[in-house]
């Protein structure tokens, strides 16, 4: 059975998450503690806590996480877990994994934090599949504009008013979506399921 | 584009889901655990338990249900309800909640607006508002609604999304439960003052209110309890009047949502 790190940072809900990841196959881990998270089969960086939180559970072990993916560790970032993967952000200073290149910043749009169902048009990436273009769970008050990441790295993009940001990016077998797969419903159950299924193959 | 949402709450009363009107009058209507996933199979965007009882007692029986649903669960769900300190927040996220909905504790200290958002980030905190109309503005309350401050509810509204609210959960209390409408006026009046979503609840009893909540009220989603609760409609019926009338809701699922079993020896 495939193992799964769920990184816990201190703050927010897990258990969806990591009920999700069940259902999809996995047997999950869920620790604070980065040498644990870093041994099983696949890493997951959830979607809670703000940026400040997430930067100090990262601690001095960041150059370490980066290291185990670019050595192609599988890992899923989740909304925030996504936005670790860049380098910084604008919501708090300090600095991210720095596995992707790109700026993370707040919405323009009126209102903010973009909540609630937002379509998603996704593209041929295996993540993906079975899913198509839907609606997935955004909660979120930053992103990262589609033009600040390499185009080779968006596998998926949304849109918040004159926003046009990444809904989903990959590099190599790291994924990263802004969305909540694990509030998306059927959709985002799948694309879990999508993610257990390539860590296994 | 952002679909306006469709919110399903339910109030919780040790372990129950229960019904009143004008916060009086309760009657048992369901699990909530086994609620909860019927309302998402149907197309509910949102699930909200608001902890009616709100007791020490009932905090365990809370934390409780909550793990539960979370573990079945796949749309947010937010908890309210006697929530005081960050720890209060802190235990409810992690027992599953996604966002926390605050309303006599943002009265009592509304720093914990500030500091749950540094913690969580500000789309986990909700502020809750009870209000009820008094000449030509509106007053919040507290207390499950018996409790009137002396905060007028659009400049409370401001006030507590500068200190870090991310959305307004709105409920009009002389509206609620007698099915006449959202109030439309005092839904518009806090959903063009602030930048963050309002939550137009208290009233709904037929589609047109809906549309009306989003159209007239400029409400980013609406919350339904008892039109659903006594089987009046389903949320996949009032989702198909509503996209008919043009209101780009999120279509409901065209087939049931995958069962996940739920774990054993808890």
């Known amino acids: 059975m495939i193992r799964l790190g769920l990184f816990d940072y201190g703050a927010g809900n897990l258990h969806s998450l990591r009920k999700g990841l069940e259902a999809g196959g996995a047997r999950v881990t869920v620790t604070s503690d980065w040498q644990e998270a870093l041994g099983q089969d696949g890493l997951v960086l959830p979607g809670v806590g703000s940026f400040g939180s997430a930067v100090r559970g990262l601690g001095g072990e960041r150059e370490r996480v980066r290291d185990a993916l670019e050595e192609g560790l599988p890992c899923l970032g989740i909304c925030l877990g996504m936005q670790l993967l860049f380098p910084a952000s604008e919501e708090a200073p300090g600095n991210g994994i720095g596995f992707l290149p790109g700026e993370v910043r707040r919405l323009r749009a009126r209102i903010v934090p973009q909540m609630g169902w937002n379509?998603?048009?996704?593209?041929?990436d295996p993540i993906l599949r079975g899913v198509g273009d839907f609606p997935a769970y955004y909660a979120n008050s930053f992103i990262c504009e589609v033009d600040e990441v390499e185009a080779s790295a968006v596998i998926a993009t949304s849109r918040y008013d004159d926003d046009e940001f990444a809904a989903g990016v990959?590099?190599?077998?790291?994924?990263g979506f802004q969305f909540h797969p694990e509030k998306s419903s059927s959709a985002g159950l799948r694309i879990?399921?999508?993610f257990v299924e390539e860590v296994a193959g | 584009m952002l679909r306006p949402r469709i919110i399903v709450c339910l109030d919780v009363h040790e372990g129950r889901v229960v019904k009143g009107t004008k916060f009086k009058e309760?009657?048992?209507?369901?699990?909530?655990?086994?609620?909860?996933?019927?309302?998402e199979s149907e197309g509910a965007d949102e699930v909200v338990f608001l902890d009616i009882s709100a007791s020490h007692e009932g905090r365990g029986t809370l934390l409780d249900t909550v793990r539960r649903t979370a573990e079945v669960l796949f749309v947010p769900l937010t908890?309210?309800?006697g929530i005081r300190t960050v720890e209060d927040m802190d235990a409810l996220l992690r027992a599953g909640a996604d966002k926390v909905s605050v309303n006599s504790g943002a009265v009592h200290d509304p720093e914990i607006l500030t500091r749950g958002a540094d913690r969580f980030g500000s789309q986990c905190v909700v502020l809750s508002i009870d209000a009820a109309r008094d000449g030509t503005s509106w007053y919040h309350h507290t207390h499950g609604?018996?409790?009137r401050t002396d905060m007028e509810v659009v400049g409370w509204a401001k006030t507590c999304v500068e200190r870090g609210a991310g959305e307004v959960l709105l409920t009009s209390i002389d509206r609620d439960g007698v099915r006449t409408g959202y109030d439309l006026e005092l839904t518009r009046a806090v959903a063009d003052a602030v930048t963050v979503p309002v939550i137009a609840s208290g009233g709904a009893g037929t589609p047109a209110h809906l549309r009306d909540g989003f159209r007239e009220g400029h409400a980013s989603a609406v919350l339904l309890a008892g039109i659903l609760h006594d089987g009046l409609t389903t949320v996949r019926e009032l989702k198909i009047e509503l996209a008919a009338w043009g209101i780009p809701v999120r279509p409901a699922p065209a087939l049931p949502v995958p069962a996940v079993p739920m774990e054993e020896g808890r």
């Open chain 1, 119 to 124: 379509d998603v048009e996704g593209g041929a």
């Open chain 2, 145 to 147: 609604g018996r409790r």
């Open chain 1, 192 to 194: 879990l399921a999508n």
């Open chain 1, 170 to 175: 990959r590099k190599g077998r790291t994924l």
């Open chain 2, 79 to 81: 908890v309210g309800g």
């Open chain 2, 26 to 39: 309760l009657r048992d209507v369901g699990d909530p655990v086994e609620l909860a996933r019927r309302y």
